[in-house]
């Protein structure tokens, strides 16, 4: 497939301590496929160490399990990270998940002032309504992960949302206002670093104490629903693998991977 795309690249330093994740090169699509494809195929060079695509519009842009992602063109945030996080063990892998998902969770609050939570695993809600969704892909080898694109779409200037997606919400529509995307693109970037710094220097305690905090319906009980039917339950937290724990009625602790439970959400 033909790429239309006008690449401008711009190199970030960021002051801080760590050894990797220094330096952020930028590159700015006009129209592609997917961003997470696009650096897919990027070969970044040496001093690259992290790298951002970011597209005005994508024609093929996805959420998780291959769901579609309703943008109309110029306004909102559609951009992928390219990070080589070798560090990290293919079986914690869920601290990057959690590393972007609080980069964003922190970036919003900034703007809205509240309301932002992380729904699990990793979308973005604005109360019961979702403002930001992220598809990660990693590749592992033996010795960690080798590579790893978070491709993420964030709700800013669309007004109206025409797709069938139950709860969409944008920045325009909270704040009232239209809002400038690339001061939020930098913000998000600048706390993702900081975020990987924390992973790198071993510091994941923390991180994950973050990500707690942030959580979606972190306190009382809930509608949710899986194989079984429907149930009422509370979070007790997520393990180091991704698996999201919940407490019923009847006290019996129930574990579910990603897509094995739905959380009924009522959008009157």
């Known amino acids: 497939m033909t790429i239309a795309r006008q690449c401008t690249s ?13 330096k952020t090169k ?14 897919h195929d990027y070969v970044p060079e040496a001093d690259e160490d992290i790298v951002v695509a970011v597209a005005q519009y994508q024609t093929a842009g996805r959420g998780q399990a291959c769901n579609s992602w309703e943008s109309e063109p110029g306004q909102n945030l559609l951009f992928s ?12 892998q869920f601290v990057i998940s959690m590393a972007m998902a609080v980069a964003l969770k922190d970036s919003l609050t900034q703007i809205t002032g509240s309301g932002i939570s992380i729904k699990w695993p990793n979308d973005i809600y604005w109360h019961d309504k979702k403002i930001s969704g992220t598809l990660i892909e990693t590749a592992v080898c033996r010795q960690g992960i080798r590579r790893c694109i978070i491709g993420t779409g964030i709700n800013v200037n669309q007004g109206t949302f ?27 970037i600048a706390r993702f670093r900081h975020n990987m710094g924390m992973i790198e220097r071993g510091d994941i305690h923390t991180l994950t104490a973050m990500y707690h905090s942030a959580l979606y319906r972190r306190e009382g009980f809930h509608a949710y629903s899986d194989a079984n039917g429907e149930f009422e339950a509370e979070t007790v937290g997520v393990e180091e693998s991704g698996r999201l724990l919940l407490r019923d009625t009847e006290g019996m602790l129930r574990k579910y991977f990603f897509k094995e439970v739905k959380f009924i959400i009522n959008n009157k």
């Open 26 to 39: 930028i590159i700015e699509l006009d129209v592609t496929d997917s961003t997470n494809r696009f650096l």
């Open 162 to 188: 025409l797709s069938d997606a139950p709860n969409p919400v944008s920045l325009r529509n909270i704040m009232g206002h239209e809002v400038e995307r690339r001061p939020v693109l930098d913000g998000i």
């Open 10 to 22: 711009k190199t970030h330093s960021c002051q801080c301590h760590n050894r990797r994740y220094m």
């Open 81 to 92: 990270i390219l990070a080589h996080p070798a560090e990290v063990p293919p079986s914690r």
